[in-house]
């Protein structure tokens, strides 16, 4: 069965700091690229980081750069997104995305609330 778990989201007062984590099984996680998502409520769901399935090419949205780290752990199938300097914009639903072009493939986790709140 094909798997994603979030973990690590949370209540945190601005300026503070998350680490989410995405553990994956089920399928073959180092060939996949990972990326984390989120939703706050009355919005679409927006793109936040992503990374390769090496590790060594990640990506950003603007809102997030330089306050947020992506790596991933291929040999313990996890993924994770450090995240600093929170902001009350930062609120949300986080999801993490599993995706591989050949052959199409795209798994989600359920999800994990990050409030940002003073």
């Known amino acids: 069965e094909v798997q994603l778990v979030e973990s690590g989201g949370g209540l945190v007062h601005p300026g503070g700091s998350l680490r989410l984590s995405c553990a994956a099984s089920?399928?073959?996680?180092?060939?996949?690229?990972v990326g984390w998502f989120r939703q706050a409520p009355g919005k679409q769901r927006e793109f936040v980081s992503a990374?390769?399935?090496?590790?060594?090419?990640?990506d950003y949205a603007a809102s997030v750069a330089g306050r947020f780290t992506i790596s991933r752990d291929n040999a313990k199938n996890a993924a994770h997104l450090q995240m600093v300097s929170l902001k009350l914009e930062d609120t949300a639903v986080y999801y993490c995305?599993?995706?591989?072009?050949?052959?199409?493939?795209?798994?989600w986790g359920q999800g994990t609330q990050v409030t940002v709140s003073s």
């Open positions: 995305n599993a995706h591989r072009v050949l052959p199409p493939r795209d798994y």
């Open positions: 990374i390769d399935w090496s590790g060594t090419i990640t």
């Open positions: 089920g399928f073959p996680f180092s060939s996949y690229a």
